[in-house]
């Protein structure tokens, strides 16, 4: 008796949450990124990052064996592993005016949201984007 | 004169009364962390990503749904009503936010727990433990109380 009650009350409960939570999804839909952590202002696909120029710098944030395979022509390596000792070298190629587009293997990995992070808040940068789709997305759009 | 029914009558009477104390201050905490979480979902999402266990879509959907379940089930301890129901989901709730906790610590992840947004985002891991760990033994002790049908004060 006192299980049937527990269940039919926790069901209850459980139900009518779902009111509340999805009236707020509804209304936060267009504010929060719902594919991916990073917000949708600081994403940016492969042609928007090309149409930049020499204004870009492209971080490679995969591990130094992947780099050494293949990367974007002019790109610097900077992955979590090795952070302290690849830092100084990004930053003496970084300036004020440049746009830092920073990518990982593919558009469910982390590492360039890491990097992305570490760069805003450890080195204080502004305009620093996470590329769409990652290496992936950058050999098909080189085809 | 025989005394003895009118003390057990108010010892009964002061347990019931401190039991309530502890449904209204548990139920309390639960509104008052699912209320902070309510007004910063994203930062909540993100906490809930930083455990590292679900998807990203998974966990936004979660951090809009579990801040209800939280205030709901904390009104069920204060008011009484689907009481039950309430009791068994914070427990469920905590034991698996003390689960993943743990493992997130063993994993090496140095995160914020999360629990209260916010408020709680310079608290260390020790004193989310404790904290975690209190609330749980306060719901289980109702559980208890409430699975024993009170036996407790009719041994007073």
Known sequence: ?143 | MNDAPTIKHQTSNFLNFVWRIVDVIVGGIFIYAGAIKVFDPVQFAIDIDNYKILPWPIGVGLAFYLPWLEILCGLALILRRLYLGGLSILTGLVAVFLVATIAAKVRGLDITCGCFGHASQNWNFSAHLALDLAILGALLALSFRVMSGNRLQDAV
């Open chain 1, 1 to 143: 008796m006192v299980k049937s009650s527990l269940v039919r009350q926790a069901l209850i409960l459980v139900a009518l949450a779902f009111v509340p939570g999805f009236v707020q999804a509804i209304f936060f839909w267009d504010k929060v990124s719902w594919r991916s952590p990073v917000p949708a202002s600081e994403m940016v696909t492969v042609t928007q990052a090309r149409a930049w120029g020499e204004n870009t710098i492209w971080v490679d944030a995969r591990p130094d064996n992947e780099f050494a395979r293949d990367h974007v022509p002019g790109a610097l390596p900077l992955n979590e592993d090795r952070w302290s000792e690849l830092l100084p070298q990004f930053l003496a190629a970084w300036s004020p005016e440049k746009k830092v587009v920073v990518y990982c293997s593919s558009e469910g990995c982390n590492a360039s949201r890491e990097v992305a992070h570490r760069l805003h808040k450890e080195a204080q940068l502004a305009n620093v984007f996470v590329l769409e789709g990652g290496w992936e997305e950058w050999l098909k759009e080189k085809r």
